[in-house]
């Protein structure tokens, strides 16, 4: 048993260290290429539930294999096999991860819509437009872009109106500094005026993308799912070393075995919390609700493992 633990400790210490670094995994796991593509193959398949659902299919065979430990011994091809199954889901959670914490660029269909800029817009525009659409909904007023504006257009006012009743009694001599002074305000005050307003187009922007479009994961904060994904990693590495040790011992192991399966629930456990995961993180997703979100987050991170997956293993073949 010490011998046991210490190799499941070692595997996932060493897992960990190259969890940030997608080519150090491939090169740990050792994952083929074409089963790498049989991978992406597969996550393309789950379209119920996506990502999820791929995971429960990864586990499944192995915890068929381990229901059986318990009547018969398993060869040690099928525990291999077993093995490298789950040495191919440890890698697409942990690069499912590299997704959510950015060490991976989202794919194209993916990202954000560029930003909208109001940096050649006229100020009479840009208020024009503004009082428009507050006449129109009357609660944009409370804005944070829009309340900035119209903070902006008062102090305009407040500078401008200050400064016809000075002008008149600065010498001719300061005069140019004088205006100078009061243009450098003015120029930062439109500044700013075009930098919210430019806020408020790229709300409305991306709102019609993805109503548009459908979902996207850039909407979504995706670092808070990454520590799940790392638990997640962990009891999938705890399987896959308790394999590879009864693989390598080969007598006397099926309590060993039989033990890791009545330990099931845990990793169970962590798969379906990524759905409940989702729903939290759906909040922050505006434009798609409920369970629509959570189906849409699953078949978006199914698509972008799926791509990353498909990329590699064409490279490394």
């Known amino acids: 048993m010490a011998d046991l633990e210490k190799r499941i400790s070692g595997d996932w210490i060493e897992l960990r260290e190259k969890a940030n670094d997608l080519h150090a ?14 991978a992406a193959d597969g996550l393309r398949h789950c379209v119920e539930q996506g990502i999820i659902e791929f995971k429960r299919t990864q586990l499944a065979p192995t915890l068929v294999a381990l229901e059986a430990a318990r009547y018969t011994s398993l060869e040690a ?55 428009a659409r507050v006449k129109t909904e009357p609660a944009l007023r409370g ?21 016809r009743e000075l002008v008149a009694t600065i010498k001719p001599e300061m005069r140019q500094s004088f205006l100078a002074n009061f243009t450098k305000t003015f120029d930062a005050i439109i500044a700013s005026i075009r930098r919210n307003y430019s806020v408020l187009l790229q709300e409305q922007v991306a709102a019609v993308v993805t109503h548009k479009e459908g979902f996207s994961l850039a909407a979504a904060p995706l670092k808070e799912l990454a520590p799940l994904l790392m638990n997640q990693a962990r009891e999938v590495s705890r399987f896959r070393s308790t394999l590879a040790h009864a693989r390598e011992e080969r007598f006397k192991t099926r309590e060993v075995l039989v033990r890791l399966y009545d330990s099931r629930p845990a990793v169970l456990k962590l798969v379906e919390d990524e759905a409940q995961e989702y729903r939290r993180l ?20 199914r698509d972008e493992v799926a791509a990353i997956l498909d990329r590699q293993g064409k490279k490394e073949a």
């Open 143 to 163: 804005h944070t872009a829009v309340k900035n504006i119209l903070m902006q257009v008062h102090r305009y006012n407040s500078e401008n109106k200050k400064m």
């Open 25 to 38: 995994l491939l090169e740990l796991l050792a994952v083929l290429p074409p089963e790498l593509r049989d």
């Open 282 to 301: 759906c909040q922050h997703v505006p434009s798609v609700r409920g369970e629509d979100c959570v189906g849409a987050m699953a078949a978006a991170f």
């Open 77 to 131: 091809q099928e525990l291999e096999t077993r093995e490298r199954s789950l040495a191919a889901l440890l890698l697409s959670t942990l690069v499912q991860r590299l997704v959510c914490v950015e060490a991976v660029p989202l794919s194209k269909s993916s990202r954000e819509e560029p930003s909208v800029s109001a940096d050649d817009l006229q100020v009479s525009a840009i208020l024009a437009d503004v009082n």
